[in-house]
């Protein structure tokens, strides 16, 4: 099926030479691949960020924790370059190549790998009787015909004990999670300091493990099982694969080191193909999966050239396509997605939580490629503010949402007001950007927020840092009206004013939209 166009960065002048002349075009790009990073920051937006960091406290309090939480591990890569390495979760004498489950848990492996492999994960249920060691008490090289030794939580005195696989729920995938996590921020630090040993540990860890996972196949069902058409590389749902937000961020800041060193970025980007590939392939198409699927594929994109740099035609501009517009058995495209709200209410038809969920996460994709492509999608699927703004009618008067159905008394997620802060500064919509603000102001006088701190890169670069100065707003009423009904999820609010002191409301619910009936049942 023919792809249809999407909108992508604003190309150089010359790339479409390729209508007169376009062999030595494409050669061209071949050889030219784009600047890094751009995932969260651009090169030329670098000075401006040492500047806010000079003048911001919360800012630099945040780089300097992140790096005397990380030096101690740096220093020790230093003396001692096989010690986090070794902590990686990998089949390290085995090297399975192709790995296979039984149900919901790990079976075997089979096949020799020229190289470690990545191990999957021990079980798709969550619940363990053990416990997630500290990186300190990690065996090294763990790969024992007896399994994982873990302390059981279980046991009086939670002694130490050889476990099987199977028995460990998901271990394995959190310590490479976090492993990997050290070796993104490593990176960051790398690119903002320029010191050689951020990047040398970032580089250990990251190489070391995409080779094992370019080296192992996608794992298998030993017998015909659901779950085969719902595994990631690493863990037994695609919607789990959180790591990959880490690989992506840790090569976008260290791509330089990596391709001046010979790293082999051929290989590592084929590990990036293969995960969206397995991220399209497997899955659910029709409900909040998809867009933690899509949020996956979006950092992989971005972290891919463009289309012509390879072979296969599958770079930055495919996998983005396939985010916004192609449809396949497993994955929805947004542009069809959106239609799923009331597109008067802008009310997804499922319960509060998840309408919360949906909306974060659809802006979240919208921000994170805007940000490199600068496309504005938000402006493109007005949809997606409706959406997010509509939040504000699940509110009652003392700040906390309504609870129909498998849902709960909540917070909003403050996130995707930040991200909605972000795109009006961005794009001058100041009325817009100072409503938005005196609600955030609200919140915070109430105590249900704050922004004191910053606590994670993507917060660092995603958040405006000054709030413009606008007071905070008394009640919600520029948001929220007397009555409202959404007829996709039979629920109906009727208010009288909108403070804790003088507000009432009453919400109503028959059983339309998912999650929605009693209880959730």
Same mark, same amino acid.
């Given at each position: ?19 007169? =002349? ?205 779950? =085969? ?31 001046? #060193? ?25 409900? #909040? ?35 916004? #517009? ?13 239609? #799923? ?181």
């Amino acid at each position: 099926m023919e792809r249809q166009s999407t909108i992508t960065r604003a190309q150089p002048l010359g790339t479409t030479v390729f209508i007169f =002349a376009g062999l030595l075009v494409l050669c061209t790009l071949k050889l030219s691949a784009q600047n890094h990073p751009e995932i969260y920051i651009k090169n030329i937006e670098k000075g401006a960020f040492l500047t806010r960091l000079n003048r911001s406290g919360k800012a630099s309090t945040f780089v300097a924790a992140v790096k005397s939480h990380l030096d101690p591990y740096v220093e020790r890569h230093q003396e001692d370059p096989e010690w986090i390495v070794s902590r990686l979760q990998m089949y390290w004498n085995t090297k399975y190549q192709q790995i296979y489950v039984n149900g919901m848990d790990f079976s075997h492996g089979e096949g020799k790998a020229p190289v470690p492999t990545v191990r999957f994960s021990g079980s798709r249920d969550w619940a363990t009787d053990y416990l997630q060691p500290e990186l300190e008490d990690v065996r090294p090289y763990m790969d024992d015909p007896r399994g994982l030794y873990l302390q059981n939580g279980k046991k009086a005195g939670q002694p130490w004990e050889w476990v099987k696989p199977s028995e460990t729920g998901h271990i394995i995938e959190r310590i490479n999670e976090e492993i990997m996590k050290l070796a993104e921020e490593a990176a960051f630090l790398y690119w903002l300091t320029e010191d050689d040993k951020y990047a040398v540990f970032a580089h250990d860890i990251f190489v070391k493990y995409t080779a094992g996972m370019y080296y192992r196949d996608p794992p298998l069902t030993v017998e015909d099982h659901k779950n =085969a058409m719902l595994m990631g590389l690493q863990t037994f749902e695609v919607i789990h694969e959180r790591v990959v937000e880490h690989l992506t961020v840790c090569y976008d800041f260290l791509y330089d080191y990596l391709r001046n #060193n010979q790293a082999d970025l051929d290989m590592i980007q084929s590990v990036f193909q293969k995960w969206a590939d397995q991220e399209i392939k497997y899955g659910v198409p029709g409900n #909040n999966w998809n867009l933690m699927q899509a949020l996956y594929i979006t950092y992989l994109a971005l972290a891919l050239e463009n289309d012509q740099f390879y072979e296969n035609g599958k770079g930055q501009e495919y996998y983005t396509d396939q985010v916004l #517009n192609q449809n396949s058995e497993k994955q929805k495209a947004l542009k069809d997605v959106v239609k #799923n709200y009331d597109q008067e209410t802008g009310v997804w038809p499922e319960v509060a939580g998840y309408n919360m969920l949906v909306a974060n996460d659809m802006l979240e994709i919208f921000m994170l490629m805007d940000n490199t492509l600068n496309n504005n999608l938000v402006a493109q699927y007005p949809i997606i503010e409706k959406a997010n703004l509509v939040i504000f009618q699940y509110l009652f008067p003392n700040g906390f949402t309504v609870a129909y159905g498998d849902a709960k008394h909540s917070r909003m997620r403050f996130n995707a007001l930040e991200l909605l802060l972000s795109n009006y500064q961005k794009y001058n919509l100041k009325e817009k950007e100072n409503l938005i603000t005196a609600q955030l102001k609200k919140f915070m006088a109430d105590g249900a927020y704050s922004r004191d701190k910053i606590s994670s890169l993507f917060q660092l670069f995603f958040y405006v840092e000054d709030l413009s100065d606008v007071p905070a707003a008394t009640s919600f009423s520029d948001l929220v009206s007397p009555t409202f009904y959404a007829p996709n999820v039979s629920w109906l609010v009727q208010r009288n004013g909108n403070s804790p002191g003088n507000g009432m409301m009453i919400s109503e619910n028959a059983s339309l939209g998912n999650h929605s009936h009693t209880n959730g049942v």
